[in-house]
C-alpha cells in the first residue's frame, strides 16, 4: 500500500490547487477516481441536454472502499461564467435537493476495491426547470470535516467532487463552418471559425449587451474563446465572421492507448505486467512529431471498457499506466500529459519529469481499464499552454468545435443557454 499512499498524499497536495477551475469537473478527494458526466449514454456528445424533455445527465464515479459512504448532491445553478446565479432553489428547480446517492455497487474480482456510485438528473426527486449551466457538488455525510481538512466544505461536510453539466432550451439556431484559410495564413497550422446566430422568431433588444458568446475546441477550458461580439448585425442574423480571436491552432491529433484485458497488451502498450498486488501497463515510448499524423481519435475523451466483463461500472480494474516521451530536456516551462481524464488541468500530478539517465520524461496515472486519447502539453512559464511544441499544429488536424450562446434579457436574473452547436472539423 505504500505506492498507494504516496499517490494519495499527492493528490491532496493539488487539491486546492485545482479548486478555481470551476467550469471543470473537478476531484477534490484523493479517494474518489474516474469522475464521469455522460448525456444520453452517449460518450461522444458534451455533457448537455434539452430543457422539457426526456433526456438526462449521468454523473458517476468510483470511490475507493467498499465501506458505504453517504455522498449527498446539491445542484447548484450558474450563470455563463460558472458563478453561481445566486437565484433560490424553487426558481431553478421542483422536487428535493441535498439527496444521497443511492445507486451503488462494490467492484468485483478487482486488485482495487472500490465502490461505483451514479446518479441521473432529473430524477425521481429532481427536475429542472430553466436553462443554463448547473454544478453538482457532491458531498459526505459520512465524513468527519476536521479530518478531511484540505477539502472544501458544504453544509459542513466534506465536498469531494463537483459535476458540472448544462441545460439548454433551444430559442435560436446556429449554423457554422471551419475553414484552413483563416485571417493569418492559408492551409498552414491554424483553424477559423465562423458562425451565424438566426434569431428570426425570438427577440434579443442589443446582443452587444445581452449575449454571451463561447466557442471552445475540443471542449478544452483552455481553448475556448469567450466574450465574442458580432461582426455585422442584421435583421434576424447576428454573423461572426472574420474574428481573429476565433482562429485556433490546428494542433495535431490525440495520442491513443487501449487497455482492455490484463493478459495482453492493445494499442500503444509496449507491455502489462503484475507487481503483486497491483497492474502496471507500460505504454511504448513516445517521441516529438515533426508531421501531421492521422488518427481516428476521440478528441481527448476517454472510454471505459474491459472486455471480460458483464458490467464494466463495476468489474473494471485500475492499472498504473506509465507514460514515456522520448525529447530534450526544455527550458522556461513544464510538459504536462492531458486529456479529459485529468480535465485538463496543469498540476503536478499531471507534469511529465524528465529521467536524465533514460533521456525522457516520465509520469504514471493510476487510471481505470478502457481507450483512453491524450496529448503532452507544454507550458511556457508565464504563459498559455500549448501543444505545439511537442506534436506540432497542422490544419488537416479533426477538431470539434462547440459554440454556445447564452441570453440575459435587459433586468433580467439570469443567463439563459439558447443555443448549443457543435460543428466536426475534417477534410473529407
Not at 102 to 110: F, G, P
Not at 335 to 344: P, Q, R, T
Request: hydrophobic share 35%; aromatic share 16%; charged share 20%.
Amino acid at each position: 500500500m505504500d505506492l498507494l499512499r504516496r499517490l494519495i498524499c499527492s493528490f491532496v497536495g493539488i487539491a486546492l490547487c485545482i479548486a478555481s477551475y470551476a467550469q471543470r469537473n473537478v476531484v477534490y478527494s484523493p479517494m474518489l477516481h474516474t469522475l464521469q458526466v455522460i448525456a444520453n449514454d452517449d460518450w461522444m456528445q458534451p455533457a448537455v441536454i434539452n430543457l422539457e424533455s426526456d433526456e438526462f445527465v449521468t454523473v458517476s464515479f468510483d470511490y475507493f472502499s467498499h465501506d458505504y459512504h453517504r455522498f449527498v448532491c446539491h445542484l447548484e445553478h450558474c450563470n455563463a461564467d460558472w458563478q453561481p446565479s445566486g437565484l433560490v432553489q424553487v426558481d431553478y428547480m421542483d422536487g428535493f435537493n441535498d439527496r444521497p446517492i443511492e445507486w451503488y455497487h462494490n467492484s468485483l474480482n478487482t486488485t482495487f476495491l472500490y465502490t461505483h456510485y451514479a446518479v441521473d438528473f432529473p430524477n425521481d426527486d429532481v427536475s429542472i426547470k430553466i436553462s443554463g449551466n448547473y454544478r453538482l457538488i457532491i458531498y459526505d455525510e459520512d465524513a468527519d470535516a476536521s479530518a478531511n481538512a484540505l477539502l472544501p466544505t458544504y453544509k459542513g461536510y466534506p465536498v469531494v467532487a463537483e459535476a458540472c453539466f448544462r441545460v439548454v432550451e433551444p430559442c435560436v439556431t446556429v449554423s457554422a463552418e471551419v475553414s484552413s484559410n483563416t485571417d493569418i495564413d492559408t492551409h498552414e497550422s491554424s483553424q477559423q471559425v465562423s458562425f451565424s446566430i438566426h434569431h428570426n422568431n425570438y427577440y434579443i433588444d442589443l446582443p452587444e449587451r445581452d449575449l454571451k458568446v463561447f466557442v471552445s475546441q475540443n471542449d478544452r477550458p483552455d481553448m475556448l474563446v469567450d466574450n465574442i461580439q458580432p461582426t455585422y448585425i442584421n435583421p434576424g442574423r447576428l454573423d461572426y465572421v472574420h474574428n481573429r480571436r476565433l482562429i485556433f491552432p490546428g494542433n495535431n491529433e490525440y495520442r491513443r492507448f487501449e487497455i482492455i484485458n490484463m493478459y495482453y497488451g492493445s494499442q500503444n502498450v509496449d507491455k502489462i505486467s503484475f507487481f503483486d498486488p497491483y497492474f502496471h501497463a507500460e505504454l511504448l515510448t513516445e517521441s516529438k512529431r515533426r508531421a501531421y499524423s492521422f488518427d481516428s481519435d476521440h478528441n481527448g475523451r476517454f472510454y471505459i471498457r474491459y472486455d471480460l466483463a458483464e458490467d464494466t461500472d463495476y468489474e473494471t480494474d485500475y492499472v498504473f499506466v506509465h507514460f514515456r516521451l522520448a525529447a530534450p530536456y526544455p527550458c522556461g516551462g513544464r510538459l504536462y500529459v492531458a486529456g479529459k481524464f485529468s480535465n485538463y488541468v496543469y498540476s503536478p500530478e499531471y507534469e511529465m519529469k524528465y529521467n536524465p539517465d533514460e533521456e525522457l520524461y516520465e509520469n504514471t496515472q493510476l487510471l481505470k481499464m478502457g481507450a483512453y486519447d491524450y496529448q503532452f502539453v507544454f507550458v511556457p512559464s508565464g504563459s498559455n499552454p500549448a501543444v505545439n511544441p511537442v506534436d506540432g499544429s497542422f490544419f488537416e488536424t479533426e477538431n470539434e468545435y462547440t459554440i454556445s450562446v447564452y441570453h440575459r434579457p435587459f433586468g433580467d436574473r439570469y443567463d439563459h443557454l439558447i443555443a448549443v452547436e457543435q460543428i466536426d472539423f475534417s477534410q473529407d
